[in-house]
């Protein structure tokens, strides 16, 4: 089950559970680098999959073009906006595949879909509270919000809900995927929720102001009750820190696909479409 935000593309709807972004905040121009530290626990992980998983990310962002490095894994992406197209690269193994930006589906849209498909429909409620706890973090004043999010338990479902205990900075959040304004205003995009899987929809319920800006310390702890034969609650836990911000100029050579690579459609798992 992924932890993250979601979004929606308009002709994928697989995507809508595992594309949002979490820590959008306003657009802008400027010169970036962020690297962030993720941690993830899930106590119902199979015994051969490991848990925790730690990674570094490192994100960049130069006008239109964006990057993002994971370290450990030997994985990138570059990213052009105004194309809407990118490359995934494989460092190690020295190969790359083309891909097209995720598309993002207006709230309108998104409506207009449960309207069509009511069954799919999950309502999920958001609440954040903001602490009055005031820290400083690279130079910005922090506020500290926690949000619950909770699916509503139905007949078919017993329900769930999300603590996310975050600090949040006025600074530009990390965007891989050339999100528009929208994304970084509306709840249901900011904080996504890892208690709904395709093909289900959250109609999402939220009440209070959305958690803005970068999002410098967060924990994001999910819990899904366990099944009526007895099984233990599922608990996943994300602790995502950000360990260095820089608004340095960028060498604009860092968004270019590397030399010396040979072109794998199949790269990440993907396997090449007719006539490919």
Same mark, same amino acid.
């Given at each position: ?102 598309k993002f589906a207006p709230m309108?849209?998104? !409506? ?37 999010? !909770? ?53 999402f319920h939220h009440m209070g ?13 999910? !819990? ?34 590397p030399s010396g690579l040979h ?7 993907? !396997? ?5």
């Amino acid at each position: 089950m992924a932890i993250a935000c979601f979004g929606l593309t308009n002709t994928a709807m697989p995507r809508f559970l595992s594309s949002l972004l979490l820590g959008c905040s306003i657009v802008c121009q400027a010169d970036m680098t962020i690297k962030i530290r993720s941690v993830i626990t899930d106590t119902g992980a199979a015994p051969n999959v490991q848990s925790p998983v730690e990674t570094s990310t490192v994100y960049y962002r130069r006008g239109s073009m964006r990057r993002k490095d994971t370290l450990g894994a030997s994985l990138s992406s570059i990213a052009n906006c105004d194309t809407k197209t990118g490359f995934f690269i494989g460092l190690d193994a020295h190969v790359y595949r083309t891909y097209k930006v995720v598309k993002f589906a207006p709230m309108a849209q998104l !409506k207009e879909y449960v309207e069509k498909n009511p069954r799919s429909a999950v309502q999920v409620e958001s609440h954040p509270v903001d602490t009055g706890e005031r820290k400083t973090f690279f130079g910005h004043p922090g506020r500290h919000l926690i949000t619950t999010t !909770k699916r509503i338990a139905d007949e078919t479902n017993s329900g769930g809900e999300e603590i996310i205990d975050g600090w949040y900075i006025d600074h530009e959040g990390f965007d891989n995927d050339c999100a528009p304004d929208y994304v970084h205003t509306d709840p249901l995009y900011v904080l996504g929720t890892g208690l709904v899987m395709y093909p289900e929809i959250p109609r999402f319920h939220h009440m209070g102001p959305v958690p803005a800006g970068l999002a410098v310390k967060l924990t994001r702890r999910m !819990k899904v009750p366990g099944s009526k034969n007895g099984a233990a609650d599922r608990i996943v836990t994300t602790e995502r820190t950000v360990e260095d911000i820089s608004d340095s100029p960028l060498n604009p050579s860092i968004f270019e696909l590397p030399s010396g690579l040979h072109e794998n459609p199949q790269l990440l798992g993907r !396997k090449p479409g007719p006539g490919k």
